[in-house]
């Protein structure tokens, strides 16, 4: 069995490298940028737009918390997010690259916004 060398890295790597994780899926992004617009969000206003179960983001919404990008306050019946600014500062760098995401993407990611593109329109259809 292989062991684990994270405790080879120094710590800013290895929190580096978790912010990456937790920013690594459309959804966590599209979701950072949904709260991020309303300051303190619901689910429905976090949930806005993204295309998945519930479920499905309330697992996203979980690995955010889990990340500490996000922070959940329970107020009953209701429960609300909002951003997590007392993290390092490369992770909020991050965070605002993922708000920023209109960016020009790269010649290299057209086949596969492609692929995206048509599998998501099937799954209109139907």
Do not use: W
């Amino acid at each position: 069995m292989a062991y684990s060398k994270a405790d080879k890295f120094s710590p800013a790597e290895y929190h580096f490298s978790i912010m990456c994780k937790a920013l690594s899926h459309p959804a966590r992004v599209k979701l950072i940028n949904n709260i991020a617009t309303n300051k303190v969000a619901t689910y429905q206003q976090a949930a806005k737009g993204i295309p998945l179960t519930r479920p499905a983001i309330f697992q996203h919404l979980k690995v955010l918390r889990e990340m500490d990008v996000i922070i959940c306050v329970e107020k009953h019946p209701k429960v609300e997010y909002k951003l997590n600014y007392e993290i390092p500062n490369t992770s909020i760098g991050l965070i605002t690259m993922a708000m920023n995401f209109d960016m020009k993407y790269d010649h290299k990611f057209k086949k596969e916004i492609k692929r995206v593109e048509r599998r998501l329109r099937r799954e209109v259809k139907d």
